[in-house]
């Protein structure tokens, strides 16, 4: 098992490897296949043009209720207060397709949004911001998804 | 380290006890919190906006609106006439709820084969129409008390009726309405279950639908939730329209009276 | 094309509040009819708006977003009588767009 | 769908009935409860049609057990105590006992049972297996917080009834009581709001075993 400084070290070692070939895709932000097709929480941000691992931030909020009474309907909210974000996006690791939503935080509006998103079981939920250099900071919950009643 | 942690668990193991029934009590109060996320941006709005435009669009074989339709305070009133209803009407020599007397409107001005309806299915065609019909009038009356009227004997017989129909079990597992809904404080899995021989509270139980159903993304009315309350009930398939779910409408909105409309809600 | 959005703007300290509600199935294509085949997923792919015309917001959604969209951003700027634009487009190409105004 | 019911869109409890008399309001007084209960009895029939596995002639079939206890809570009060052990007796005849004489099957079998709700609706297929639908009433294992509380709590049922070993003769009224409570729950209650499982033939033998072992058998989460 990896400890946290590590791995911070090996993204950033891998995210100066992937700036300095040039890969960063020049609109990995717009509608995106592959990232909505993508099974795992790590492959979507791959597709979205992120490199490296995901770091935490105090900087990044989501807003998600403790526990959903219907994964039909599962209200989030991303905010950030971080500069230099040109997208915030939301994630549910255990989703069949992890990536729900992905916002561009453009000069016109506020780095907030709101929706609503289908949820298959519990899992933990990602807020992630998506910096103009390809780092992505994250907050996570775990939702909590309960079944009716009756069976039906 | 290893007494510590073998107290850290003893630790635990007394608390298990306290934890049980605190781990109960927040997981109500954490749906408590669900559901007020969900109160703002109810898609029951989207089919307020189609019902409003149905009622006042000239539509079927005569090319009329509804606008004249009288939902039993006078032809067009729609304020108010929501939370007075199941109500009698002398036209139709019948007590008739919001969805069946829609039907009677959109027959008598429209000229709507009721048939499109009663034989129809939930989220299509006319019958879908009538929901979001049905959705906009009881919207009208958002905030306003349940006063169902009980002047005349049609409506007081109706009252009877219905309790007679709210108590009798029947199906494969003898279950009735009152099963779930006869008494104070229940929960089917963790649905809270309105006691509906009374007035169970503001925006729950009869005075809460039509309501959107985030389960399943529909629009209910109270002809489809108590559809499918029967359904549940292990019992046949109640008739739209028909004489059970006028008089349980009756039953349980003079039972609700005072409670406040918060129509159109939004559920589970 | 659609049924309309239900559009609330909301002028507010300077900015402008935007809640819509969209009218859509939303098919994940993870569910099964009642003879056991996968219902194809269908799902508005994308949402653009624009403020008098100058667009000012867009996003892109996969399946996993629920039926009957809700949606919520603030534009910097704008006030009470500017036009705010919000527009669709769906995994069939589908497309709809519905204007309200700022109250 | 009964045709004659079709376009019934509303509610005639006057026109159409016996009280054509009180129509005009003119104060004949409103009808007796006896003549309220057949209307509504008719109103029942005439309100259903058959879909799917469900038929309104089984469904609705006259039952003297509810139809007793429904009429007092109509009336509002208890059903008569002679009446009450009268219904009793004649549910506890219908009990059938394991053939093989094991009232105690896999409780692991039985906690899921205890937690479907499938089965018998009109959605439902003739030939799917029906759950015990526990859950949606009682709590039963700890670990399951997604409970109904229509009925008492089941966690611990075997220290709640003094069962150390199920196996025990000591045990073996409260044993057969458990069985018979699961295949027709009015044989102790004449008016209680459980199903009659076994015999409404809801529920298999092995599936009434498998719930009595949930119940019973001490290495049962039940009992932890």
Known sequence: MQTRRQTLKQSAAAAALVAGAGLLPQHALAFNKAAFEAKSLHDALKDLGVSGDPVASADVTLTAPDIAENGAVVPFALSTKLPDVKALVLLVEKNPNALAAVFQVTPEVEPNFATRSKMGETSDVYAVAVTKDGKALFAKKEVKVTLGGCGG | MKAHQLALAAAALGLMATTVAWAQKSTTEAIDEYREMLQDGNPAELFEMKGEDLWKKARGPKNASLEKCDLGLGAGVTRGAFVQLPRYFPDTHQVQDLESRLVTCMSTLQGIDPKEVVNGQWGKGERANVTALATWVAAQSKGMTFDLPQSSPQERIAYEMGKRAFYQRGGSHDFSCATCHGEDGKRIRLQDLPNLTKNPGDGVGFAAWPAYRVSNGQMWTMQHRLNDCYRQQRFPEPTYGSAVTIALGVYMGVNAKGAKSAVPAIKR | MGDPMRIRAQAKDGNVLVRILMSHEMESGQRKDSSGNKIPAWWIQEVTAKLNDKPVFSCEWGPAISKNPFLQFTIKGGKAGDKVSVSWKDSKGDTRTDEATVS | ?224
């Open chain 4, 1 to 224: 769908m009964n045709k004659s019911t079709a376009f019934i869109l509303g509610l005639a409890a006057v026109t159409g009935t016996a009280l054509v008399g009180c129509a005009g309001g003119s104060g004949a007084g409103t009808p007796s409860s006896a003549e309220l209960d057949a209307m509504a009895q008719k109103m029942v029939q005439e309100s259903f049609h058959d879909k799917g596995i469900v038929k309104v002639k089984e469904a609705l079939v006259p039952d003297e057990t509810l139809r007793d206890c429904d009429a007092a809570a109509v009336a509002g009060h208890p059903i008569a105590a002679a009446t009450e052990k009268k219904l009793e007796a004649e549910n506890f005849k219908t009990i059938q006992w394991p053939a093989d004489g094991k009232y105690l099957g896999d409780w692991k079998s039985g906690e899921k049972i205890a937690q479907s709700g499938k089965g018998r609706t009109w959605t439902d297929k003739a030939d799917s297996a029906n759950g015990g639908n526990c859950y949606n009433c009682h709590q039963i294992s700890k670990e399951e917080i997604s409970y109904g509380t229509i009925g008492p709590s089941l966690y611990h049922y075997a220290r709640l009834k003094g069962v150390t070993d199920p196996n025990s003769p000591a045990a073996q009224d409260i044993v057969k009581y458990t069985w018979g409570k699961i295949w027709n729950a009015k044989a102790y209650n004449a008016c209680s709001n459980m199903p009659r499982a076994g015999y409404k033939g809801v529920l298999t033998q092995k599936q009434v075993a498998d719930i009595v072992a949930l119940l019973l058998d001490p290495k049962s989460p039940v009992n932890q």
